[in-house]
């Protein structure tokens, strides 16, 4: 096994896509990490590390504004970040892929399986947040916080769980909606596995059942976390995310 790192040069001719790669057997597994997260998170880790002991290939990235990548989040927009992702998958494989998304990078799994769909073989999602912009976002405001919207063009979350207060900018949102596929999900003929957890505070379980029961395609499976909160990083939860990724690259 052989890993690699480096950047690429985004599409906006300024900006560079952070990237490390690990060679091993095809299908390679993609891993598309979460909004404010990075490619060197808990899931990603593990899934290195799985994919090291099966000899399987792994690839991850981080979007612009993200990690390694340069920029700032809050200067991109949802169709940024499917660029970013098409742009690694294009120069840096060549075979088929097993897509694993956390969160936004789900919602990016799928725009990848539309975008290139004779290049995905299965999706696995850890509570996908497509949509959410104008499905969770802007719904939540509070009367003050819209009226902060109109006025600023921003919205800003001072409870999002990070040290910094997460912004979203009005052109973010407005961009967001030409990426929406909750309620349309991609046609896709591969095998697909979702987990969310019950106790999400961030994308609502019956999200994810929307998703499913949208999407018609044949071998799907969601597992429910009953304790289980948005990150899914317990043990046990990361041995499902596991075995489900195993199943469908055939490790197992």
Same mark, same amino acid.
């Given at each position: 096994?052989?890993?690699?790192?480096?950047?690429?040069?985004?599409?906006?001719?300024?900006?560079?896509?952070?990237?490390?790669?690990?060679?091993?057997?095809?299908?390679?597994?993609?891993?598309?990490?979460?909004?404010?997260?990075?490619?060197?998170?808990?899931?990603?880790? /593990?899934?290195?590390?799985?994919?090291?002991?099966?000899?399987?290939?792994?690839?991850?990235? #981080? /979007?612009?504004?993200?990690?390694?990548?340069?920029?700032? /989040?809050?200067?991109? $927009?949802?169709?940024?970040?499917?660029?970013?992702?098409? @742009?690694?998958?294009?120069?840096?494989?060549?075979?088929? %892929?097993?897509?694993?998304?956390?969160?936004?990078?789900?919602?990016?799994?799928?725009? %990848? *399986?539309? %975008?290139?769909?004779?290049?995905? @073989?299965?999706?696995?999602?850890? &509570?996908?947040?497509?949509?959410?912009?104008?499905?969770?976002?802007?719904?939540?405001?509070?009367? +003050?916080? @819209? +009226?902060? /919207?109109?006025?600023?063009? !921003?919205?800003?979350? !001072?409870?999002?769980?990070?040290?910094?207060?997460?912004?979203? $900018?009005?052109?973010?949102?407005?961009?967001?909606?030409?990426?929406?596929?909750?309620?349309?999900?991609?046609?896709?003929?591969?095998?697909?596995?979702?987990?969310?957890?019950?106790?999400?505070? +961030?994308?609502?379980?019956?999200?994810?059942?929307? *998703? *499913?029961?949208?999407?018609?395609?044949? #071998? +799907?499976?969601?597992?429910?976390?009953?304790?289980?909160?948005?990150?899914?990083?317990?043990?046990?939860?990361?041995?499902? %995310?596991?075995?489900?990724? &195993?199943?469908?690259?055939?490790?197992?």
């Amino acid at each position: 096994m052989v890993e690699t790192a480096g950047h690429l040069s985004a599409s906006d001719g300024k900006n560079t896509i952070a990237w490390r790669q690990q060679s091993g057997q095809e299908p390679t597994i993609l891993f598309l990490h979460g909004f404010r997260s990075d490619m060197n998170g808990t899931k990603a880790e /593990y899934l290195s590390n799985l994919c090291r002991e099966t000899d399987r290939g792994f690839l991850r990235l #981080d /979007y612009r504004g993200h990690g390694q990548s340069s920029g700032h /989040y809050t200067d991109f $927009t949802i169709g940024d970040w499917v660029d970013d992702v098409l @742009r690694v998958v294009d120069q840096l494989t060549t075979g088929p %892929l097993i897509v694993v998304g956390s969160s936004l990078g789900g919602w990016l799994g799928l725009r %990848l *399986l539309a %975008l290139r769909p004779d290049r995905v @073989r299965g999706y696995v999602a850890v &509570a996908p947040a497509p949509d959410f912009p104008t499905q969770l976002v802007l719904p939540s405001l509070t009367p +003050a916080q @819209r +009226a902060h /919207y109109e006025q600023a063009h !921003e919205v800003v979350n !001072e409870n999002s769980g990070f040290a910094e207060p997460t912004r979203f $900018t009005r052109r973010f949102i407005e961009e967001s909606a030409a990426h929406n596929c909750l309620h349309n999900p991609p046609a896709f003929t591969g095998r697909v596995r979702l987990f969310q957890g019950l106790k999400d505070d +961030a994308v609502p379980w019956q999200q994810t059942t929307t *998703l *499913l029961e949208r999407w018609d395609v044949a #071998d +799907a499976q969601l597992t429910l976390f009953k304790d289980g909160d948005h990150r899914l990083n317990e043990t046990a939860q990361l041995k499902e %995310l596991g075995r489900a990724v &195993a199943e469908l690259s055939g490790s197992i």
